[in-house]
């Protein structure tokens, strides 16, 4: 995206020798109808991240529930603490 937006700001200061870069990476696009919606504020974040998780591991269903949410939030947490540290020099 940010390829295409130095892209079109060049085109309209009038550089037409600037030529649109290939993608550094594929993008996904997914439909909001097949990802769980939350029902509660606070969890925009971990449904985020789940579906990057999901997307990362080429799944094609999203099948978690807001009802999930306080588990995948601690294995998340615990993910996180238990990367943070280089536990084998403990």
Not at 7 to 13: A, P, S
Not at 36 to 47: F, S, T
Request: glycine share 6%; hydrophobic share 35%.
């Amino acid at each position: 995206m940010l390829h295409a937006v130095d892209f079109h700001g060049r085109r309209r200061r009038g550089d037409m020798t600037y030529a649109l870069q290939n993608k550094p990476f594929p993008l996904n696009i997914v439909s909001r109808d097949r990802v769980p919606q939350q029902d509660r504020g606070g969890n925009c974040g971990a449904h985020t991240l789940r579906l990057i998780e999901y997307l990362a591991a080429n799944r094609d269903t999203f099948d978690w529930s807001e009802n999930e949410m306080g588990t995948i939030r601690e294995k998340m947490a615990v993910e996180v603490f238990c990367n943070s540290k280089d536990w084998s020099s403990s």
